[in-house]
Nanobody, 127 residues
Framework: QVRLQQSGGGSVQTGGSLRLSCTAAQNYYLLNCLGWFRRVPGKEREAVASIYSGGGVTYEAEAVKGRFTISVDDAKRTWYLQMDGLKLEDTAMYYC????????????????????WGQGTQVTVAS
């Protein structure tokens, strides 16, 4: 089992920045695909960004491309989502995710079925 601990988030004005962090408390070696999802009430949870442990190529959803950056620090068992140029439509509950299997990790169809989830953190963008 792997417990994920999120931090970051909060409220910011449009155009502002926030950084989310997610740390695997144990068994980090089991994890393959790491990422972030978000959910707005009434909508499905969507993949925002993802990366393989060890770094390298990343995936960012079209809605956040060029504004959000995902990165990983294996030594700290932690991955990050740097969110710049925040828009009103970025308001959502954000969840970190980690999947031992890694299937579809970088193609936007990753659902983290059977993977692990953080507790969620609210990001609110106001004008």
């Amino acid at each position: 089992q792997v417990r994920l601990q999120q931090s970051g988030g909060g409220s910011v004005q449009t155009g502002g920045s926030l950084r989310l962090s997610c740390t695997a408390a144990q068994n980090y070696y089991l994890l393959n695909c790491l990422g972030w999802f978000r959910r707005v009430p009434g909508k499905e949870r969507e993949a925002v960004a993802s990366i393989y442990s060890g770094g390298g190529v990343t995936y960012e959803a079209e809605a956040v491309k060029g504004r959000f950056t995902i990165s990983v620090d294996d030594a700290k068992r932690t991955w990050y989502l740097q969110m710049d140029g925040l828009k009103l439509e970025d308001t959502a509950m954000y969840y970190c995710a980690a999947d031992p299997r890694g299937t579809d990790c970088l193609v936007g169809t990753w659902r983290n079925a059977g993977g692990y989830w953080g507790q969620g953190t609210q990001v609110t963008v106001a004008s």
